[in-house]
């Protein structure tokens, strides 16, 4: 069984080693990026019922769903790799625009821990707490 784990490795070290950078750079990316972009969250955002309609260009709307749905894969991947996975996967769902979106965003920030956890990141970008 050890003979065929060391063989898995050495045929297939090159891909190893690449997932191993591509998930150091993410996590790395992640610790940057997280504090910045849960700072554009507006403080009453899960408070608040009211929140506009989709007033954008076409074309800003497939940018913000791409950009989201990436996030939202990361943080799936950084689930069980290094890096902040459920907020990697909040922030890509409040970019994406589809159908019970609020409701999935609600049940996610109802966690405790992950409430604080973004709240804790607000406070390293200087800004004030999220309301609930």
């Given at each position: ?60 709307t497939l940018i913000r769903n791409l950009f989201g749905f990436l996030l939202l894969l990361a ?58």
């Amino acid at each position: 069984m050890l003979d065929f784990i060391n063989n898995l490795f050495a045929e297939y070290e090159d891909i190893l080693i690449t997932i191993g950078i591509v998930s150091g750079l993410v996590f790395v990316v992640s610790l940057l990026a997280m504090p910045w972009l849960l700072g554009k969250i507006p403080v009453d955002y899960f408070s608040n019922d009211v929140h506009c309609e989709n007033n954008h260009h076409f074309f800003i709307t497939l940018i913000r769903n791409l950009f989201g749905f990436l996030l939202l894969l990361a943080g799936v991947i950084m689930l069980v790799t290094p890096g902040q996975g459920v907020i990697s996967i909040l922030l890509g769902l409040s970019l994406m625009e589809f159908p019970g979106k609020r409701q999935l965003e609600l049940k996610l920030i109802r966690n405790d821990a992950t409430f604080q956890a973004i709240n804790w990141l607000r406070e390293k970008a200087n800004k004030p707490p999220l309301e609930r």
